[in-house]
């Protein structure tokens, strides 16, 4: 019981070191966003490509899986172009992306629109999964365990919110655009903090 006290005691010291800087909050809100839109659409997509496009449920989910297996695979690249470059031009391009692929599938009508903009996606998820998590040592080298607990935290949460949203907009307006629109609006939220960060923290991050 005495180890347990100590070890809870550890963790409160940890957690007191990083909860008042606004970088964790930063880093967890990129993360909320991409994590969570590969999430949610995960969760989201199977239900909506059957109702919304009159897909097979079998067409559905062989299209669910590709969005899963493309963001999935490409999150070791996001990391990978985070070591060669520098990880806020990667997330600045996740961002600009998402934001486009919001807009994109607010106005699409048909599968193919829908598609590319799902692809879009999955692309931008997947590589800013990877790009998020690069950040964290560079400013948390000491507590990265601890700061990466929480940002991981935050996209579980991001996977919640999205289906819930989407879902009371259509109850209110009969139409996912809106829903798909604050996707892009969030995105562009994040890439202004992208470029605020970039530019308030050049001296710990190379080009």
């Given at each position: ?74 999150r ?21 992306g ?12 048909g ?41 991981a ?16 907009v259509?109850g ?21 903090l ?14």
């Open positions: 019981m005495e180890r347990i006290g100590k070890e809870n005691r550890a963790f409160a010291e940890e957690l007191k070191k990083v909860y008042r800087d606004r970088r964790l909050w930063f880093l967890s809100i990129f993360y909320f966003i991409t994590f969570g839109s590969f999430v949610a659409f995960t969760v989201y997509l199977p239900n909506f490509l059957v109702s919304n496009f009159s897909l097979a449920k079998v067409d559905a989910g062989m299209r669910t899986a590709g969005f899963i297996l493309l963001a999935t695979l490409l070791p690249l996001g990391g990978f172009l985070s070591d060669k470059y520098n990880p806020y031009t990667v997330l600045t391009l996740t961002f600009a998402l934001t486009i692929s919001g807009i994109l599938l607010s106005f699409s009508l599968i193919t629109l829908f598609t590319i903009g799902c692809l879009a996606v999955a692309f931008c998820a997947g590589i800013g999964n990877g790009a998020v998590f690069k950040l964290v040592p560079l400013y948390f080298s000491n507590q990265a365990g601890t700061v990466n607990g929480i940002v935290a935050a996209g579980g949460l991001g996977g919640f919110f999205p289906p819930l949203l989407l879902t009371f259509y209110l307006t009969k139409s996912y655009a809106i829903g798909f629109m604050s996707l892009s609006e969030v995105a562009l939220a994040s890439l202004v992208v470029f605020w960060m970039r530019f308030s923290e050049q001296s710990r991050v190379p080009e």
